[in-house]
Nanobody, 115 residues
Framework: QVQLVESGGDLVQPGGSLRLSCVAS????????MGWYRQAPGKEREFVAR???????SYTDSVKGRFAISRDNPKNTLYLEMNSLKPEDTAVYYC?????????WGQGTQVTVSS
């Protein structure tokens, strides 16, 4: 059974930093593409970042240069390092793993950027 558990969300001031973590179980972690989406209140869920099994990364334009996605295969953990946070980054952040063209999702972690 695939399980994803996110953590690291918090209230942070504009310009601050956070690191989100997503621990996976039930999969052979290193072979799968994984990533992050986010959903702000009243908006649709949107793509944030992705990392493949060969560590190729991609980002949505609004976070390029501020966010960095990475993975620690021995720890079965996906990370999202977020810097220079803005109020518009406020959202619930969800990690996902792609297994045979199907995406499994975590429960989400809240990130709030406010002074």
């Amino acid at each position: 059974q695939v399980q994803l558990v996110e953590s690291g969300g918090d209230l942070v001031q504009p310009g601050g930093s956070l690191r989100l973590s997503c621990v996976a179980s039930g999969i052979f972690f290193r072979i799968h593409t994984m990533g992050w989406y986010r959903q702000a209140p009243g908006k649709e869920r949107e793509f944030v970042a992705r990392i493949t099994s060969t560590d190729v990364t991609s980002y949505t334009d609004s976070v390029k240069g501020r966010f960095a996605i990475s993975r620690d295969n021995p720890k079965n953990t996906l990370y999202l390092e977020m810097n220079s946070l803005k109020p518009e980054d406020t959202a619930v952040y969800y990690c996902y793993v792609q297994v045979n063209s199907y995406n499994y999702w975590g429960q989400g972690t809240q990130v709030t950027v406010s002074s």
